[in-house]
């Protein structure tokens, strides 16, 4: 048995399901929480006394309504099946009752195969086919996890009436407030990174959010306030292979959504919820690797990177208006790639350039540290589906040898002339990233990594729950510009 840094034993081996029943039994368990994921990306859940855990649900699953759920099954073959996956264990954090969360695959109870729209499933093919193309056996995935703490969100919208209201106790807004006593220190407009308190003033809400994630079995390197005022922070989590670390994305949701939300605060991952400061990413490191042996790095290629992660970062960029249809895939996500917050809007990669979407770090020269940062994608998209995705096209660029344009190492934003002509920009809306997924997605297919049915499906709910929505309704703005005209 080994400790946690909560003093938590941990079971030997969390793959047998004996161990993880019996592990949950020494904890004191009382419940079961079995997880997964709907097409979109939102967790859902439902609970069983842990007097109702056998070994045998490891095998034969335990069955809920598919037809409830986003993205699924329709009300004629509703009947699905989860299989909890025991390597997934921990007891859940922020829960009172003691309580057992595992993340299950989703399988179809006919032909007991996993199912198509689980995206889990998709996530695991995607490793499976970078086995296969002998390229590499192992790819590792580190999201830098951006999010806003607030002391309210208010919205609501109607047939005469839409509007949100924010307010946090470290906006700059209320610098001037009087219905208390104003203690001042507050992080001026994109002046956030980096202040001690009392100017960062949620540093002990952080500092327990990863605790939390501590317990629940994730390892964290680091967290600090962002740059934007009213509360933005980051948390980084330890690098991990494709679907272990898109499992980590979604208990690290859980578990900052439910930390904050029990100290009286909100958490939120919108891409953009002020408008003037810098919006929320998920910048993804991501590298390849052999056999334990890194493939990314070359001492003599530019910024040490060798020709299979040049090629890589080519095919990226070539395909990057898919890949954004799920790596950032809200109509939120564009109100943050525009010029002038950070903001990862030009096709372009670079060593230690912030203004480029894809950045080469350079705080080492060591193999094992060479990778790529993918800066454009956000957290509202559904990591399972992103990280594969992403892996996708880079191999792809692989397989077709595709260079990328060459590094720019200069501030983009301020390129003029033919020089800054040559660089593109990246989309600018979900509906051109949905048209780009609709016209190029062939490299998503090989392997059967995704199939037609997931891409169409994605493709319509994305249409029709966000961006028509928000198409056809008046913006508050508008009135601003318009109503007395």
Not at 244 to 249: E, L, P
Not at 333 to 347: F, N
Request: one cysteine or more; hydrophobic letters at 35%; glycine letters at 8%.
């Amino acid at each position: 048995m080994t400790m946690t840094v909560e003093g938590r034993a941990e079971p030997t081996s969390k793959s047998e399901p004996g161990d993880v029943i019996s592990y949950a039994r020494d904890q004191g368990v009382k419940f079961v929480d079995l997880r997964f994921t709907d097409l979109l990306g939102q967790w859902q859940h439902f609970s069983v006394p842990i007097s109702e855990l056998g070994e045998s649900a490891f095998s034969e699953g335990v069955g809920f309504d598919g037809s409830s759920i986003r993205g699924f099954q329709q009300i004629h073959e509703s009947d699905m099946l989860l299989i909890p996956d025991g390597r997934t264990a921990f007891v859940d954090p922020v829960l009172e009752v003691p309580t057992l969360s595992l993340i299950c695959d989703v399988r179809d109870p006919g032909t007991r195969g996993r199912y198509s729209r689980d995206p889990r499933h998709i996530a695991d093919k995607a490793e499976a086919y970078l086995r296969q193309s002998g390229v590499a056996d192992t790819s590792y995935w580190g999201p830098e996890m951006e999010f806003y703490i607030f002391n309210s969100i208010r919205y609501d919208q109607g047939l005469n009436q839409g509007f949100y209201y924010i307010d946090s106790s470290e906006g700059i807004w209320n610098s001037g407030s009087n219905g208390v006593p104003n203690l001042g220190f507050r992080p001026r407009l994109k002046e956030g990174y980096f202040p001690t308190p009392p100017v960062d003033k949620l540093q002990d809400v952080r500092s327990r959010i990863v605790l939390a994630l501590q317990a629940a079995g994730i390892d964290v390197e680091v967290h600090h306030h962002e740059v934007g005022t009213a509360g933005q922070a980051e948390i980084d989590m330890r690098f991990d292979t494709l679907t272990s670390m898109a499992d980590k994305v979604l208990v690290f949701k859980y578990i900052v959504k439910n930390v904050c939300y029990r100290e009286g605060l909100v958490a939120t991952f919108m891409p953009k919820p002020l408008f003037g400061d810098n919006g929320s990413g998920m910048h993804t490191h991501q590298s390849l690797w052999k056999e334990g042996e890194p493939l990314f790095f070359d001492a003599s290629g530019y910024a040490l990177l060798s020709d299979l992660a040049r090629w890589y970062i080519g095919g990226i960029l070539e395909h990057i208006p898919s890949v954004l249809a799920f790596a950032a895939p809200t109509t939120n996500s564009y109100r943050r790639l525009v010029p002038g917050y950070e903001a990862p809007v030009k096709l372009a990669y670079s060593a230690r350039n912030r203004s480029a979407c894809i950045r080469i770090p350079t705080y080492s020269d060591a193999p094992k540290a060479r990778r790529l940062e993918f800066r454009s994608p956000d957290a509202l998209g559904n990591p399972y589906l992103a990280f594969a995705a992403e892996l996708m096209a880079g191999l792809d660029g692989i397989r077709r040898h595709v260079e990328p344009p060459a590094p720019v190492d200069a501030d983009i934003y301020e390129l003029s002339g033919e020089r800054a002509t040559q660089v593109k920009d990246l989309p600018g809306s979900l509906d051109e990233v949905l048209s780009a997924l609709e016209r190029d997605h062939d490299f998503l297919y090989e392997g059967d990594v995704f199939t037609p049915d997931v891409v169409d499906t994605w493709v319509a709910l994305k249409r029709e729950r966000e961006v028509d929505a928000v198409r056809i309704r008046p913006h508050p703005y508008e009135f601003a510009l318009y109503a007395d005209s």
